[in-house]
C-alpha cells in the first residue's frame, strides 16, 4: 500500500520569504501522480499544484514549485516570496496509475501548518 | 452557485439519529468522492463514484449509505453513527476518476455525534 509521510506538522515563514515543505511517498509502482493541495482556514481544499511521475521536469505555479525526486520519492513544495494569504494547511498527497488495479484512490499525508508571519 | 457545494455546513446528531449530507457540483464532471477528514489523521477516501455507479468503496461500515441519484448530487446517509464518527466529511468531484483529473473540494459537512 502507498503511505505519504509529511515530516514537519507546522512550518512558519516571514512574509515575502521562501519556505519549502517535504513530502516523501512509498511505493512500487513506476507510474502516479503527486499533488500538493492547500486548505485554508475556511475549509475549501484546492490544488496548489501537480507532477506527473514521468516527467523529469519539476512542475511549477507562479511563486509554487515542486522538487520531485523520483528515485529519493521526495516531492518537497517551495512556496517563493510567501503572502499571508498563503497561510493553511498544506498537504501531500499521491494517486496512482496503474490502470489494472483501483486508482480511484487519492492517499494523502497528515499535513503540514504553515504559517506566515508579517 | 458555482463550484462543489455541501449542506448543512454543521450538523450534531445522537447516535439513533438518522441523518444525511449532500453534495452538489456545479462543474459538469463526471466522478464524485466522499472523505473524511479526522484530526491529526490523513484524509480517508470512503466512496468513489463515476457516472454514478459506485466504484470503489473503502472498507467503511454500513453505518455510512452513499448514494448518487446524477452525476450533479452525491449523498452521504447516515444512521446509528458512533462519537468517533465526528469529524469533516469532504465531499469532491473530478472531470473522471482517471489519476490525474484534479479534485475540486467542497467546504465540507463538520459532524458531531453526541
Known amino acids: 500500500a502507498q503511505t505519504v509521510t509529511q515530516s514537519q506538522p507546522e512550518m512558519s515563514v516571514q512574509e515575502a520569504e521562501t519556505v519549502t515543505l517535504s513530502c516523501t511517498y512509498d511505493?512500487?509502482?513506476?507510474?502516479?501522480?503527486l499533488f500538493w493541495y492547500k486548505q485554508p482556514p475556511s475549509r475549501q481544499m484546492i490544488l496548489v499544484i501537480r507532477?506527473?511521475?514521468?516527467?523529469?521536469q519539476n512542475a511549477t505555479e507562479n511563486r509554487f514549485s515542486v522538487n520531485f525526486q523520483k528515485a529519493a520519492k521526495s516531492f518537497s513544495l517551495k512556496i517563493s516570496d510567501s503572502q499571508l494569504g498563503d497561510a493553511a494547511m498544506y498537504f501531500c498527497?499521491?494517486?496512482?496509475?496503474?490502470?489494472?488495479?483501483?486508482?480511484?484512490?487519492?492517499?494523502f499525508g497528515k499535513g503540514t501548518l504553515l504559517t506566515v508571519n508579517p | 452557485e458555482t463550484g462543489v457545494t455541501q449542506t448543512p455546513r454543521h450538523l450534531v446528531m445522537g447516535m439513533t439519529n438518522k441523518k444525511s449530507l449532500k453534495c452538489e457540483q456545479h462543474?459538469?464532471?463526471?466522478?464524485m468522492y466522499w472523505y473524511k477528514q479526522s484530526a491529526k489523521k490523513p484524509l480517508e477516501l470512503m466512496f468513489v463514484?463515476?457516472?454514478?455507479?459506485?466504484?470503489e468503496n473503502n472498507s467503511v461500515p454500513s453505518r455510512f449509505s452513499p448514494e448518487c441519484p446524477n452525476s450533479s448530487h452525491l449523498f452521504l446517509h447516515l444512521h446509528t453513527l458512533q462519537p468517533e464518527d465526528s469529524a469533516l466529511y469532504l465531499c469532491?468531484?473530478?472531470?473522471?476518476?482517471?489519476?490525474?483529473?484534479?479534485?475540486?473540494f467542497g467546504p465540507g459537512t463538520r459532524l458531531t455525534v453526541l
Open positions: 511505493t512500487s509502482e513506476s507510474d502516479y501522480y
Open positions: 463514484y463515476s457516472l454514478e455507479e459506485r466504484v
Open positions: 507532477q506527473e511521475a514521468y516527467k523529469q
Open positions: 469532491a468531484s473530478s472531470q473522471d476518476p482517471r489519476a490525474y483529473n484534479e479534485q475540486f
Open positions: 498527497a499521491y494517486r496512482s496509475d496503474y490502470s489494472g488495479g483501483s486508482n480511484y484512490k487519492l492517499t
Open positions: 462543474l459538469g464532471h463526471n466522478a
